[in-house]
């Protein structure tokens, strides 16, 4: 069974520039998350799917991030513009959603360095 | 705001040797606790689930312990190898909430 496929794995970007990032969750997991990992850090959630529906976004800034899954299947997380700070692995997870707090099976993340 | 400790940062052990790890968690609403290992530059890899209602899960040579009274979980992992090198991340499912908040992991060398 395939696991949660990000792409692409790692984007250098110059600041300002526009930049998006790709997940496809495990086959049936009807919930999905966006997270971010600084260095040294765990990951902080950003974004949470059930479905189609962002049920969870208060910690996504929406200045300048935005973020959708329009079939409820695969999601893209998008930065515009980056800033420095964005630099950071961006994690995608999904879960079952069956009953509340499932297990999380997590992607290999995309790094974004902005320069 | 819930805050998840873990202790020590880094260890480093020789390689045959058992080990603990430890998490601390505030939120006593815990829906769940799991562990992850993450290899570097990689994601995170689910290595334990442990519901609210459980004391402790085995995974092989890993056994998670869950003390909600006393905000604590360790993972202990026996006769440690080398290829057990990682960081080891627990989290905590937030009761009210679907969302699981991270401590900043353990870094685990073990030296052949």
């Known amino acids: 069974e395939a696991g949660v496929v990000q792409s692409p794995r790692y984007k250098i970007i110059e600041k300002k520039q526009p930049v998006a990032f790709w997940c496809n969750p495990i086959?049936?997991?009807?919930?999905l998350y966006w997270y971010l990992q600084n260095l040294g850090q765990g990951p902080e959630l950003l974004i949470r799917?059930?479905?189609?529906?962002?049920?969870?976004d208060s910690q996504l800034p929406k200045d300048r991030f935005s973020a959708e899954r329009l079939k409820g299947v695969d999601s893209t997380l998008k930065i515009q513009p980056a800033e420095l700070g964005d630099s950071a692995v961006y994690l995608c997870a999904s879960s079952l959603g069956a009953a509340r707090n499932d297990e999380q099976f997590f992607g290999p993340g995309t790094r974004l360095t902005v320069l | 705001k819930q805050e998840v400790t873990q202790i020590p940062a880094a260890l480093s052990v020789p390689e045959g040797e058992n080990l603990v790890l430890n998490c601390s968690f505030t939120?006593?609403?815990?829906?769940?606790l799991q562990w992850f290992r993450q290899d570097p530059g990689k994601g995170l890899t689910s290595l334990l689930l442990i519901q609210s209602s459980q004391r402790e899960q085995t995974s092989g040579r890993l056994n998670a312990s869950l003390d909600k009274s006393s905000g604590r979980s360790t993972l202990y992992i026996a006769a440690s190898q080398p290829g057990d090198s990682a960081t080891y991340l627990c989290?905590?499912?937030?009761?009210?909430?679907?969302?699981?908040?991270f401590g900043k992991g353990t870094k685990l060398t073990v030296n052949p």
């Open positions: 939120d006593s609403a815990i829906y769940n």
């Open positions: 086959s049936g997991h009807n919930t």
């Open positions: 989290a905590e499912g937030q009761g009210g909430s679907e969302k699981l908040v």
């Open positions: 799917y059930e479905n189609e529906e962002a049920v969870d």
